[in-house]
C-alpha cells in the first residue's frame, strides 16, 4: 500500500480528456512538490511534470498538473492512443524523510 | 546532452552482493543528485535512496537499511550503488535517476539495471 494513493486505472475515449489523482499528506504533498513520470511498457521512465505544474520543454501542453492541500493531479487532453502508459506520481516526505512515488495509474484509450 | 549510463544485467545467488554503476555525462556531475529507483516486474516504482556528489551525503529507505551502500567517483562522474544479502525480493529493473524531489523532480534517467537472483 503506497503513502501516495493514485486509482490503479483511468479511461476514456481518443479525443476526450482524463485526469490521475494521487492523494497524500501533509508530510508530502502538502509541503513538498509533487512530480509526475510517464512509462510505457518496457521503457524507462520519463518526467512529465516538477514543481507541481511545470512542464520540461519537450512535453506538449496537453499534459497538466496541480496541487490543492493533500493531492494533486495530472490531466490528459486531447487524449490519443500513444498516452497509453502508466503513471505515476511522486514527492518527498518530510516525516519519513523518504522519496515517494504513487502507486501507478495505467491510462487506457478505448 | 545528459546521459546516465548504467552497467549491465547482473544475475546473483541469494546472499550475494551486486553493485551497479552509473556514468554520467553532460552536465557537472557535482550539481544535482544521483537517486536510485527500482522496478520490479509488473510492480511501481520504488526510490531507494540518494547521493549529494557535491558533499557525499546519502540517504536511504529504512527497509534498505544496513543492506544498501551508494557511493560515487567524481574524477569518473560516476555513482555506485551496492546491495548486500540479497533475496528474491531484490529481483527487479534498478535505475540511477538525476534530480531532486523539491527542484525539478527526476529529470535524466539510466536506461535500467536488470539484476535477477
Known amino acids: 500500500q503506497s503513502v501516495l494513493t493514485q486509482p490503479p486505472s483511468v479511461s476514456a475515449a481518443p479525443g476526450q480528456k482524463v485526469t490521475i489523482s494521487c492523494s497524500g499528506s501533509?508530510?508530502?504533498?502538502?509541503?513538498?512538490?509533487v512530480s509526475w513520470y510517464q512509462q510505457f511498457p518496457g521503457s524507462v521512465p520519463k518526467l512529465l511534470i516538477y514543481q507541481n505544474d511545470k512542464r520540461p520543454s519537450q512535453i506538449p501542453d496537453r499534459f497538466s498538473g496541480s496541487k490543492s492541500d493533500t493531492s494533486a493531479t495530472l490531466a490528459i487532453t486531447g487524449l490519443q492512443t500513444g498516452d497509453e502508459a502508466d503513471y505515476y506520481c511522486?514527492?518527498?516526505?518530510?516525516?519519513?524523510?523518504?522519496?515517494?512515488f504513487g502507486g501507478g495509474t495505467k491510462v487506457t484509450v478505448l | 546532452q545528459v546521459q546516465l549510463v548504467q552497467s549491465g544485467a547482473e544475475v546473483k545467488k541469494p546472499g550475494a552482493s551486486v553493485k551497479v554503476s552509473c556514468k554520467t555525462s553532460g552536465y557537472t556531475f557535482t550539481i544535482s543528485d544521483i537517486n536510485w529507483v527500482r522496478q520490479a516486474t509488473g510492480q511501481g516504482l520504488e526510490w531507494m535512496g540518494y547521493i549529494n556528489p557535491n558533499t557525499g551525503k546519502t540517504n536511504h529507505i529504512q527497509r534498505l537499511q544496513g543492506r544498501i551502500t551508494m557511493t560515487m567517483d567524481t574524477s569518473i562522474s560516476t555513482a555506485y550503488m551496492e546491495l548486500n544479502s540479497l533475496t528474491s525480493e531484490d529481483t527487479a529493473e534498478y535505475y540511477c535517476v538525476r534530480g531532486r524531489w523539491n527542484s525539478y523532480g527526476m529529470d535524466v534517467w539510466g536506461q535500467g539495471t536488470t539484476v535477477t537472483v
Open positions: 501533509s508530510s508530502n504533498i502538502g509541503n513538498n512538490y
Open positions: 511522486g514527492a518527498w516526505d518530510r516525516s519519513l524523510n523518504v522519496g515517494l
